[in-house]
């Protein structure tokens, strides 16, 4: 190979041949900052406890005995787990479950979205929705909320109705806003969509206040709602990647076309049931997460700040002329919350007393330092 080939070769590695769309786009992801107080994710703040993490151990060893073999690919012991834990009659074969509740969406948009078909949500809302779209040759499109960040129902119908999506995404609690979405809305909008599923994220769901209802209400009477859940939040368990749905035994049927073969390692199903064996545990700490949530809500209300009704683990509040140097403020006293949702605002997830603490007094102290 002469000099001036080599360096052509490795001019050509330099510049991939990277689908056009996909060019200078940054990869998603909030920063992994190793700080003390992080309250940027929504993760649950309290790991499991000694005792299920000797549970999770046990399952993991049993499991490991077998690993020279593919797991089970249709995971019928968690799918039964999953099943018994959602109640509301769902069945085994209306469940699916994936790396996350993420794949689970992505699967869905590789089934009914794809070349020639239309995703739909309504902003602001979630940043990853988008890239399924993207990644599955899927339109993308968004409406709008109201100044509460709510939905109104005829507008959004008015919109499904003209744009005929195939998918609508919708989570509730909304993310970033803490929003969620009431029954007439989602049976509204199940109605006007005469081909299109609609998907209700409920990631947040178990934060929901008393008296906010779960779209899994729902399911028996719409056979094009999917209700998405995860173990990301709630349950403690982002780490493991686990996320599910609940829909009609077809729609789950149709998913198991496009997922990857064996997509569920034999430790993340193991994991998984060994949680759901100790739910109540897991779940342990979300009354405790709701109540920091109101308190915090009350807080920054009596501070001055304008802040969005939330039924999750988070709550948006502002609003700030330069919400960048507030949220550097914070960070440079430890505390690291997310800069997201429309201009103005910032997110701030629920972590422990300790850490809500702090937060407060972090934030008192930058806007001494910020007045506006
Ligand atoms: C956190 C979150 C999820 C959960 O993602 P996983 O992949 O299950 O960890 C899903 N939807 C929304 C809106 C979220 O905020």
Known sequence: MTRGSRSESSERL??????????????????QLDVPV???????????SAAVVAEIERAVALASR?????????????????????????TPAQVWAANGSNEVMLHLLQAFGGPGRLALSFAPTYSMYPEYARD???????????EDFSLDPERAVTLVRQRRPHVVLLPSPNNPTGTALPHEVIGALCDVLDRGLLVVDEAYAEFRRAGTPSALELLPTYPNLVVTRTMSKAFALAGARVGYLAASAEICDALRVVRLPYHLSAVT????????????????????????RDETVQWLRGQGFTVAESDANFVLFGTFPDRHAVWQ????????????????????????????????EALSTVMKENPS
Do not use: C, K
């Open 14 to 31: 330099a510049t991939p041949p990277l689908r056009d769309e996909l060019r200078g786009i940054q990869p998603y992801g909030a920063p």
């Open 38 to 48: 992080q309250l940027n994710v929504n993760e649950n703040p309290y790991p499991p």
């Open 66 to 90: 077998d690993l020279n073999r593919y797991p089970d690919r249709e995971f019928v012991a968690l799918r039964e787990a999953l099943a018994a834990y959602l109640g509301h009659g769902v």
């Open 136 to 146: 599955t040759h899927t339109a993308w499109e968004v409406g709008h909320r109201e």
């Open 269 to 292: 199903q193991a994991v998984a049931r060994a949680a759901l064996r100790h739910a109540d545990e897991l779940l342990g700490a979300v009354d405790r997460l709701r109540t920091e």
């Open 329 to 360: 403020g914070l960070l440079d006293r430890g505390v690291l919350i997310r800069e997201t949702g429309p201009d103005g605002w910032l997110r701030v997830s629920i972590g422990t007393t300790a850490e809500m603490a702090a937060f407060r």
